[in-house]
């Protein structure tokens, strides 16, 4: 099995930035995808961003492009998720995952972390 902790969430003003970390220890070999999801009051989880270990492909949903960067350090079987220019609607609980493709079905990961808290102050 996979074990996920996630790290670096907090509450920042509009505008700011933060950057979450996903470590991952167990049976790493047996996933490629690592996403980030969220899941705001509310509202039901979505896709954020997703990278492939194997490859570094990164996908992301349409509302964090050319904001939000997925990264990957192999050597330390950690993934990141760099949020700059943030605004009030990216509050939420942010979840690591993994699964063995990358894809923005929540079914498609089988491994989730605990999630935690970003909150944007506007």
């Known amino acids: 099995q996979v074990q996920l902790v996630e790290s670096g969430g907090g509450l920042v003003q509009a505008g700011g930035s933060l950057r979450l970390s996903c470590a991952a220890s167990g049976r790493i070999f047996s996933t490629d995808a690592m996403g980030w999801f969220r899941q705001a009051p509310g509202k039901e989880r979505e896709f954020v961003a997703g990278i492939s270990r194997i490859t570094g492909s990164t996908y992301y949903a349409d509302s964090v492009k050319g904001r939000f960067t997925i990264s990957r350090d192999n050597a330390k079987n950690t993934v990141y998720l760099q949020m700059n220019s943030l605004k009030s609607e990216d509050t939420a609980v942010y979840y690591c995952?993994?699964?063995?493709?990358?894809?923005?079905?929540?079914?498609?990961?089988?491994?989730w972390g605990q999630g935690t808290q970003v909150t944007v102050s506007s």
């Open positions: 995952a993994a699964g063995v493709s990358v894809s923005s079905r929540e079914s498609d990961y089988a491994t």
